[in-house]
Structure formats: C-alpha cells, structure tokens
C-alpha cells in the first residue's frame, strides 16, 4: 500500500502562482508513475501531468502545457505540481495518483490517491 498526502492548494488571483506538492509514504516501487489529476465541479476527473518515477519522463495536458511543470523529488518521496499563469478554469480540487502500468493519461489506470487539494483561482 502507498499513501499519498497533497498540500499547497489555496486561494490566489488569475496570472498567479501555487505549487502543489505530494508526498508519498508505505511501500513505493521504482517503477511507480505518479500523476496528477483535476476535477472541477459537474465536471469528470481529468489528467494533468505525469511523470516516471525514476526516469524523470514527463507529459502534460494540452490545456496546461507550457504553464505547468511536474517534478519529483526522490529522497523526500515527493512530486511537486507548479502551476503559473493560473487561470479561472484552473480551479478544481487536484488528486495526486500513482500507478504501476497502464496509461498515463487515464485515472482507472493508477491505484492510489491522495484526499485532493482545492485550488482556487478568481478572476
């Protein structure tokens, strides 16, 4: 079993900046890709970003790239989202998930999630 935790979501105007971060604990193996997800209200979860564990590969949403960046950070067992230029339709409540095989892209493909974090942007 993997636990995941995320903090750093919050409150902040459109063309602002927040990090979110993920912190992962239990059992993790190396070939583990981490994730992160959206979803907004009446809308259905949707991919963000995601990255390999070990080999620091990374791929995006349209809709985010160029504005988001994934990162991890293996001695401290954390994946980072930063997120600039934030925009209104950036807000929803964002899921950290991890997977061990499967596609990137899709949420029924990863096994463990974290509780989610509010991001909120206003206009």
């Known amino acids: 079993q993997a636990q995941l935790v995320e903090s750093g979501g919050g409150l902040v105007q459109a063309g602002g900046s927040l990090r979110l971060s993920c912190l992962a604990s239990?059992?993790?193996?190396?070939?583990?890709?981490m994730g992160w997800f959206r979803q907004a209200p009446g809308k259905e979860r949707e991919f963000v970003a995601a990255?390999?564990?070990?080999?620091?590969?990374?791929w995006y949403a349209d809709s985010v790239k160029g504005r988001f960046t994934i990162s991890r950070d293996n001695a401290k067992n954390t994946v980072f989202l930063q997120m600039n230029s934030l925009k209104s339709e950036d807000t929803a409540v964002y899921y950290c998930?991890?997977?061990?095989?499967?596609?990137?892209?899709?949420?029924?493909?990863?096994?463990?999630w974290g509780q989610g974090t509010q991001v909120t942007v206003s206009s």
């Open positions: 998930a991890a997977q061990d095989s499967g596609s990137y892209i899709r949420a029924l493909d990863y096994e463990y």
């Open positions: 990255i390999t564990w070990s080999g620091g590969l990374t």
């Open positions: 239990g059992r993790r193996r190396s070939s583990y890709r």
